[in-house]
């Protein structure tokens, strides 16, 4: 299972919401991706007009960011890789104390 969609799962009783925003894609592909998707506990978007990349100055992508109740980044992580998962739960952890 993906690692997006495993923690999706993991912390969806705490509340957790994963939301994946694609940048860049044409709306074609964007569907075709999310129909075909093994992503079943994310939640998606589409930023055609860059207004939520320009929000969060997004310099890299893949981006992570974890944010709080009130909407504030947490934690953010450029990339994906194998110790992504633990980070991003530790992060996960640390907020829901």
């Known amino acids: 299972m993906p690692v997006l969609n495993r923690i999706g799962a993991k912390y969806a009783r705490q509340g957790l919401v994963v939301l994946a ?3 860049g894609e044409s ?6 991706f ?6 079943a506990n994310l939640q ?3 930023d ?3 207004k939520i990349t ?8 893949p981006v992570t960011y974890i944010l709080d ?3 504030v980044i947490r934690y953010a992580h450029v990339g994906y890789g194998d ?3 633990a980070t991003l739960e530790q992060g996960i952890d640390a907020l829901l104390e």
């Not at 709306?27 to 075709?32: L, W």
């Not at 320009?54 to 992508?61: E, F, P, Q, S, W």
């Open 54 to 61: 320009d929000r969060y100055k997004v310099r890299g992508i």
């Open 34 to 39: 999310i129909d075909d998707s093994r992503y």
């Open 83 to 85: 110790k992504m998962a």
């Open 21 to 23: 925003i694609n940048i």
């Open 69 to 71: 109740e009130e909407g």
């Open 44 to 46: 998606w978007a589409r």
């Open 48 to 50: 055609s007009s860059g």
């Open 27 to 32: 709306q074609g592909k964007y569907q075709e």
